[in-house]
């Protein structure tokens, strides 16, 4: 098991072309956000705009729409309720799952409509929805990031047990393309089809709702917009940001709130550009 | 009558385990907020989320979802005219009453639904809603903070004759667990069964509509996050907290809004934390 | 003619009472916001809550409590549609017509419900409609803020003449008491019975949508807390302390925007209190 | 072609006249902003109020009404499903565009209505309305901020092709005035009929969206305000401005968000005015 460090960082996060634009820099589709989970998607939305993706659009209840142009009207929205085919074929990376509820038609409609090249992240409520119903996963790129109870309710393997063996029975069976399993607890670890790696920063300062969907949201920022790096790299370096970013505030704070983690994005990545 | 000092604050604000997540740090549900109301549970929601509560929800008219989701996405919201028992049973620390109006039915059903070893704070609205319709108080533990009217209305003594006799009276005939009172006045007192205590702290700077609603939610938050701590010096602690900060901001400012106190709230904590 | 300056500041922003509460700042009411300008009512509220009144209600459209609990969750809503007399009756400072378009039936239920030791500030469209129905001023203790031409369609004078003369040939005719008129231009000037004042201060960079509003607001805020100074008095610093700010504000910026005017309320009113 | 330098901001931005109101400033119409879209039109109005306008008003989906007064109670709304002639004929900009999505009618009907003397800035979904339906020019002064790929659909020369001549040939044609062309790209070009424009600042951290709807409020803000300055030298300031507030933010920064940018123009305006 390798030790991430920030030497991850200046690998992934490099100074842009001028020659660019914000198409360069992808886009990414949020789905999730029922009616009572509406802040989910604000936190994977403030998060992948503030990382950096060239594009963000949230599909989620329409309830949601005013809360998320309240903090970013940098994002478009749509109702996830209607046909979501068109725009999670135009996306680049799709991260499905935060506050999704129990809306398994949205999770089988979005499996069965991306393509293997995409990137989709799988979080939350979508992880339990799988493992519940023994959903086949998609033929696209994926990236899982479940907590530790989540996994154990999609690998069958107790929290005790997990380990890299788990993983490579999972990953042999079910996966069309080996995924990318953020494995969140603390020490979070990235299981990869090049190893595994333990984040050796982060602390209980960042136990509150909604740190892990602004994980998954720099997650899918950085996979948007450093798509031509190895997926793995930009998930290592998204993970490493998300838990640093917190370590630096939680000098001077007891607990680190997710939407301060976002706030800080750019002025941290700004440090590791090269 | 003891008065209290920043010494509870050492002992209350301890550093968290390493080994600890969002559930380690309590399930709040804060229930209030009727159309004209709304703004009480957004305050009761940022001090509980500020104070480091692991998850919060708020039960309130559906009006006020955008508004929460506005200042706060880390929360979750629900309709508190649906059946709120299951969300009740799920949690560690109910607040109830801030905002709340003339449901008196959300009152009694909270009252009946919630177990004997739960926190209930039972703040504003609700505590007039007892007194006008002789409620008896629910068999959990229990923390009311009224201001000297409300103190009035419930026990049936003048504001001039309010005195720890009068509350043992109360107590002794109504209560099936020994409450804790908070009883708001330009230096708080804190009745409890280990005896009364009185904040030396706090000003006139605070006299402004929400400040309540900011007190019973880090009340809310301290009660859920410091679980293990006995409950009478979490409160204690809350309540110091909660005038200290605004002493703080006072130094600078004619009048201290309730929305500042929250926010000042991570940093605050992280100076006394041990 | 009597040129104001910060002296004004020093006599009234008072230290205030260890002993007291929100009820002791006042209850200021106002009404305005209409679907198409519900801006309006927002800047008055952070105005008149900034500026340290006790507790705060919005009557509104609908549609705007969503946006003003965004702002400022420590005011309460209410449906301007809904009868009003007791929220009218209940406060001691009512401001009525930042924003509130053509709706005459609540400027004539406001009017006839208001008592003669309220005090009552009329704002914006409300002047209009005044002027334009030939509305009869209530009993009320009265503050009108009008800008040139809307005091030109209240007094018939034209800008060019406006006068001294013309105020008290208004005065001794339409009022039972004798109004306050803050007339709104570059060097604004206050008419009262006991003298005219200007305001040597403020500048163009205010010169932006809202900053009315805004004014209005901390005549609101400043008329209902310091309710045992004389109102001339009151008037005059809140009119003061608006421009102050501004010119403060102006060092760095070209333009001023009534929202920043607002939050620099508790700071700079701190510098002054004695 | 000639390179801009911050010379432009010293002969545009002048310091304000004391004997000035914010109807010397301008009267601002943004339309746009469908329900999917609404943020474009929220960064349109942040950029033109913080820029200086006198009066901005967003013609929009009610849907998103809340949303801009959550960023900005100092618009006004309307709905722009309702006829807008009386508001476009009283405004002295009409911004155009953002987030306008398929209303084809709305565009005919403001290019309809617009007089000769008024100045229409086209943008966004606007810009590719036209192209598509090959819509007639409107009379007035016009403003047109394509991206290079909105210009090849409008101009029918391929990205690659894109220079002085193929503007002169489509000035020529479908014109009735000399229409401003801000072509946005990596430096920016500004084609006018004194000559063509090039921005040499700006760059790769401001590839993210709503970039381009906070440039058209800008040149909103700036063309409204500067109503006496030749509309090409505002048109190029307004350019200059937003990426020059960019540069700035990037120091510190890897992205810059057009929030952000428009944040801070009041402060950046101050630097230059004379």
Known sequence: MEKLSEQILYQVIKNRANDSHKGTYGRVLIIGGTKQFGGAVIMNALAAVNSGAGLVTVATDPINFTAIHSHLPETMVMDFNDDLTHAIQASDVILIGSGLGDRLDIVKHT?????????LIVD???LTLVAEHHLPWPKSRLILTPHQMEWQRLSGVSVEQQSFEAFNIL????????PIIVLKQFHTQVYTNKGIYELPIGGPYQATGGMGDTL???IAGF????????????????????SAIADELAHTQYVTLPTQISAALPRFMKRYAN
Chains 1, 2, 3, 4 share one sequence.
């Open 216 to 218: 998954a949201g720099i």
């Open 223 to 242: 996979a948007a917009q450093f798509l031509l790096t190895p997926l793995i790299d930009t998930t290592l370096a998204a993970v490493y940001s998300h």
């Open 111 to 119: 499996f069965s409509a991306v393509f293997a090249k995409q990137i």
């Open 171 to 178: 990953a042999r069976e079910k996966f069309i393309q080996k």
């Open 124 to 126: 939350g409520s979508a």
